[in-house]
C-alpha cells in the first residue's frame, strides 16, 4: 500500500496533463496510483502515490528527459506522506467521465450525471486495462466514432479487448454487427464479459481468452472491422495474421504504440497489405486507422495531428 506521496502543482491545465500521462505510461516505477484536478485558483494539482517514491529533484529530471524543459518550467514538486489508505481504489472513484466522439465513458460513481443513452459506456476502474482515460483507449473510441459513422460493418474483433470497453462501444454504434472480443489474460476475460452485461451487450459480444488469433474460433472468421490496443511489438508480430483475418477493404484500427514506434508498426502492416489512412497523435501515443487493400486505386495518407486533454 502507497505510504508517500508526490504532489505536482501546474499552472497550465495542458502541461499538467502531459506530466500526468509521462508519470503513468512512460515511467518505471509507475506511481501505484494517480489523480489529476483542478484546484480553483491556483491551477493544476497531480497526486502521485508510492510505496517508495522518487525524490522530487529525480523525478523532476526524469520528465524533463521524457518530456523536455518547457512542460516543467512552472512546476513545483514536492514530496508528503499519506494516511494508510487504498489510495488505487479511491483514485479510480475519482475519475470523471471522458467523452471521446459519441461515446461517453464513466464510472457508476457518474452514473446520475451522464445521459444514459447509447453512447454512454459504465465502465468501471479495476483490474482490466480501458477506461478511456488513458489516450490509446480514448484514440480507439474516437477512431470508431469516425469509422462507424461513415460506413456499417458486420463483423468486429476487438483483440486484446481489457475491459471491453472497445467491443461495448462497437456493439451500441453497430446494432447488427456480430463482435468478437478476445485478450490473453483470463482475469480481463471474465471484467470483460461482466461489463458487456453490465452494458446489456452480453448477448452481443463472445468474449475468449487466445493469444493473439491462435484460437479455434478465430481461424475460421473474417472480420470487416479490427480494433487492437495491445503494444507496438506485438501489433508488428500480428501484422501477417491480422492480414488474413480481416476481408479485402476491411478497416483496422491499432493503438498502444508510442508516437516513436509509429513508423516501425506501419511499415510492418504496409509490407501485410495495409494502407494508413489516419494517424492520430495524442500526447505521446498514436492511433492508426488503416484499410485492407482491395486492390483498387486509393487515395494518399491522411495524417492529423491530435492532442489529448481529456
Not at 529525480?58 to 528527459?65: D, P
Not at 470497453?165 to 451500441?172: E, G, K, P, Q, T
Not at 480481463?188 to 491462435?214: F, M, P, T, Y
Not at 508510442?258 to 501515443?285: C, D, K, S
Request: aromatic share 4%; with cysteine; charged share 20%.
Amino acid at each position: 500500500m502507497s505510504s508517500s506521496k508526490i504532489v505536482i502543482a501546474h499552472a497550465d491545465r495542458d502541461a499538467a496533463y502531459r506530466i500526468a500521462g509521462a508519470m503513468q505510461d512512460l515511467m518505471d516505477p509507475a506511481p501505484d496510483a494517480l489523480t489529476l484536478f483542478e484546484e480553483p485558483g491556483s491551477g493544476w494539482r497531480i497526486d502521485a502515490y508510492y510505496g517508495e517514491p522518487p525524490a522530487p529533484p529525480a523525478l523532476h529530471a526524469a520528465l524533463v528527459a521524457i518530456l523536455g524543459s518547457q512542460p516543467l518550467a512552472d512546476a513545483r514538486i514536492e514530496s508528503d506522506g499519506v494516511p494508510d489508505l487504498n489510495w488505487v481504489a479511491l483514485s479510480q472513484a475519482a475519475l470523471p467521465p471522458v467523452k471521446a466522439g459519441r461515446f461517453t465513458v464513466h464510472g457508476s460513481h457518474d452514473r446520475s450525471r451522464v445521459p444514459q443513452g447509447p453512447g454512454a459506456l459504465l465502465i468501471e476502474a479495476g483490474e482490466a486495462f480501458g477506461t478511456a482515460h488513458h489516450a490509446t483507449t480514448f484514440g480507439c473510441l474516437q477512431a470508431l466514432d469516425r469509422l462507424t459513422q461513415r460506413r456499417r460493418f458486420k463483423r468486429v474483433l476487438d483483440l486484446g479487448c481489457g475491459s471491453g470497453v472497445l467491443a461495448i462501444a462497437a456493439s451500441r454504434a453497430l446494432p447488427a454487427a456480430r463482435i468478437t472480443a478476445t485478450d490473453i489474460d483470463v482475469p480481463s476475460v471474465a471484467v470483460a464479459r461482466d461489463n458487456a452485461r453490465l452494458n446489456r451487450a452480453g448477448r452481443r459480444i463472445d468474449v475468449i481468452a487466445a493469444e493473439g488469433l491462435d484460437h479455434a474460433r478465430l481461424r475460421t472468421q473474417r472480420f470487416d472491422l479490427a480494433l487492437a490496443n495491445i503494444l507496438a511489438d506485438p501489433l508488428i508480430a500480428l501484422s501477417r495474421s491480422l492480414a488474413r483475418a480481416v476481408v479485402p477493404g476491411g478497416a483496422v484500427v491499432l493503438s498502444g504504440i508510442l508516437v516513436r514506434q509509429a513508423p516501425a508498426v506501419m511499415a510492418a502492416y504496409r509490407t501485410a497489405g495495409f494502407r494508413i489512412v489516419h494517424h492520430a497523435r495524442i500526447n505521446e501515443w498514436s492511433t492508426l486507422e488503416l484499410q485492407r487493400d482491395d486492390g483498387r486505386p486509393h487515395q494518399a495518407l491522411a495524417r492529423s495531428a491530435t492532442s489529448h486533454s481529456s
